[in-house]
């Protein structure tokens, strides 16, 4: 493993998750003590949940951080496979409106143009402060997939961008810039099949194949929270 990327095994989600939580909200109040505000992103699907539930728990000034999802499927804030319900659901302070939260999504059914009106909105930001990401099974890291082109550098520099994955919704993603340059950086992932497709991811060298390498190369350090 790169001296960069420092990886951390645990038996189960509860304990990845229970660490992970006590180091974004010690990261978080580094920040806070230090800037007044933070920015927080977070990943969807399903294995953040009790991290976000863990993190919910910690007793921050919550009022004085933003929390975004890495990615968002382009389905009502409602729908089952909505990236912000699960959030909504599962972090407390989001939930009962203690922290701010910026949705990935606008008015604008064109992902295209909810795409352009976000980038300007997180362009007017700086880097991320913390910014937790999942990983899938294909190695696919926010909303970018295997052959997204924004992996071979058409594009990668807009803070969000568009995803087509073949039969999924259209989604929208923090883009490889934005997730590679926030100033934390952690993986959480659970099971052998990620534990074996990120050790694949980091003997190869192609980014369009292994989208989670956009976290490898960045300054800092990545930190991987493993359940395996
Ligand atoms: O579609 C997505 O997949 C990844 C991994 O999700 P999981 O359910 O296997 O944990 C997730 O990180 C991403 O945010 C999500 O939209």
Redesign the pocket.
Known sequence: MSARIAVRRFPSIEEASAQLAEDVADELRRVLARAGEATLAV??????VPFLERLGAQGLPWERVLVLP??E?CVPPDHPRS?ERMIRAALAPVREGRARFMPLRTEDPDPAAAARVLSGAMAGRGPIDVCV????EDA????LFPGHPALSGDGEGAPVVVARPDGLDA?LSLGPSLLAGARMRALLIAGLAKWAVLHEALESENRSRYPVRVLFGAPGSLKVYSAT
């Open positions: 990943p969807g699907g399903t294995t953040p890495t990615d499927r990236n990401s999942g990983m899938g696919h890291v926010a909303s989604r």
